[in-house]
């Protein structure tokens, strides 16, 4: 793993979004989940990044991003803090070009305290080791790319149920209020035993039937905003259960459509399924 902090331009960014982030702002923002899939969508030019550059063209540019990234999982709740938060390289055996990229935005602590007094169901502690893992980078990177938008993750514990990271979610709605774009980044479909790449290329379109099934059925419910039964997927059906046989990349779905309002729209892009159980479906809601 490589952590890499970055100076220069962006520390001077970093003042002048810290000090925009005070003004009063009522435009409600959108909510993102995306399929990160592969990090080498960072770098390489398909479907996927393309997908994620132009979602990233239709928002307004917000005062700053707050990222549940499937790769932070801790025991307790967590928020970065610091101004610069390294790049972290957390995967083994991608090229070298990969290890390469630096995504140098400014962190907030104004967001991070904001995000403090705003989840009243429990403590979030200020964390200042971590800093943007490729589950991040590898989608800001695409719709972001000039790395000026102050960022912050937040962690997911581990020992906590769906429920309880349903019911987190929901109490982070007023930040939409104040700027702040809330992204979540996983996979809906996630499950490297039944893993079947086509030749050489991970994102070639090719799924197995109960994943094809699994996303369907978890677009379905998505639309009918049947909460209670994606936050109880395991014991729904069998392809929901082989979709998530862990829970970390489904999750950040979960703080996704926890933040809808009934009424807003919700629009599903890059909807493939690849690596025979990988969905990369994405969903922009408002």
């Known amino acids: ?31 993102l989940f995306v399929g990160h899939g592969s990090p080498m969508n ?6 996927f990044s393309q997908g ?6 239709k928002i307004n540019k917000p005062k700053a991003i707050l990222m549940v990234s499937a790769h932070w999982e801790t025991k307790g709740t967590f928020v970065t803090a610091q101004s610069l938060p390294p790049t972290i390289h957390d995967f083994g055996g991608f090229p070298q070009a990969l290890f390469d990229v630096q995504y140098p935005a400014p962190g907030s602590k104004w967001l991070a305290e ?24 590898s989608v800001t990177k695409n719709m972001f790319p000039n790395a000026d938008i102050p960022i912050i993750q937040l962690s997911l514990d ?11 979610a929901k109490q982070l709605a007023s930040l939409r209020k104040k700027g702040v774009l809330i992204i979540g980044s996983g996979n809906m479909v996630h499950n490297f035993k039944y893993a079947m790449v086509k030749g050489n290329d991970f994102n070639a379109p090719f799924a197995h039937d109960w994943a094809i099934e ?14 209670k039964s994606l936050i109880n997927y395991k014991t ?5 259960d082989l979709s998530a046989p862990t829970p970390e990349h489904y999750l950040p779905m979960l703080y996704a459509i ?5 009424e807003e729209s919700i629009d599903f892009f890059n909807d493939v399924t690849v690596g025979g159980s990988f969905s990369m479906t994405s969903i922009k809601i408002g």
Not at 52 to 57: S, V
Not at 158 to 168: E, F, P, R, S
Not at 217 to 227: A, E, P, R, S, W
């Open 1 to 31: 793993m490589s952590l890499t902090p970055f100076f220069g331009i962006a520390q001077k960014m970093h003042v002048l979004n810290e000090l925009s982030n005070h003004l009063p702002n009522t435009e409600t923002m959108p909510v």
């Open 42 to 47: 960072a770098i390489e030019d398909n479907i």
């Open 52 to 57: 994620m550059k132009e979602i990233g063209k």
């Open 114 to 137: 904001e995000t403090q007094k705003t989840v009243t169901s429990t403590n979030i502690e200020l964390n200042d080791k971590w800093g943007f893992d490729h589950g991040c980078w």
């Open 158 to 168: 581990y020992t906590q149920t769906a429920q309880y990271h349903y019911d987190l």
């Open 214 to 227: 699994a996303n369907t059925t978890l677009k379905k419910l998505i639309l009918d905003n049947d909460y």
């Open 236 to 240: 729904y059906s069998k392809a929901l």
């Open 258 to 262: 926890a933040l809808r309002d009934r």
